[in-house]
């Protein structure tokens, strides 16, 4: 199983911009795929979850700005971000996990001041 993400991209403070991951071959229909970031210098940090039964979690720093959303059927899961601010730039990866532990490579999102 592999997880695609796509969607990173330079945005000026305010913009907004959605990220896509899909997965790869077979997976569990019970799952919880996630949203992590990993800012220069700091530690990969949780952004967003969503479980396949559709609850959700957020950072506080991405409330009420950031969206998670998900197709089981497509065995994707999107984040749109709105309200973006210079420290949100950061490599964004996706995560599954569910009889597996599966992260994708990160899409660089640089938003400007």
């Known amino acids: 199983v592999q997880l695609q993400a796509s969607g990173g991209g330079l945005v000026q403070t305010g913009g907004s911009l959605r990220l896509s991951c899909a997965a790869s071959?077979?997976?569990?229909?019970?799952?919880?795929m996630g949203w992590y970031r990993q800012a220069p210098g700091k530690q990969r940090e949780l952004i967003a979850s969503?479980?396949?039964?559709?609850?959700?979690n957020y950072a506080d720093s991405v409330k009420g700005r950031f969206t998670i959303s998900r197709d089981n059927a497509k065995k994707a899961v999107y984040l749109q971000m709105n309200a973006l601010k210079p420290e949100d730039t950061a490599v964004y990866y996706c995560?599954?996990?569910?009889?597996?532990?599966?992260w994708g490579k990160g899409t660089l999102v640089t938003v400007s001041s």
């Open positions: 995560r599954l996990i569910g009889g597996m532990d599966i």
């Open positions: 071959g077979r997976i569990s229909s019970i799952n919880v």
């Open positions: 969503m479980g396949s039964s559709g609850s959700t």
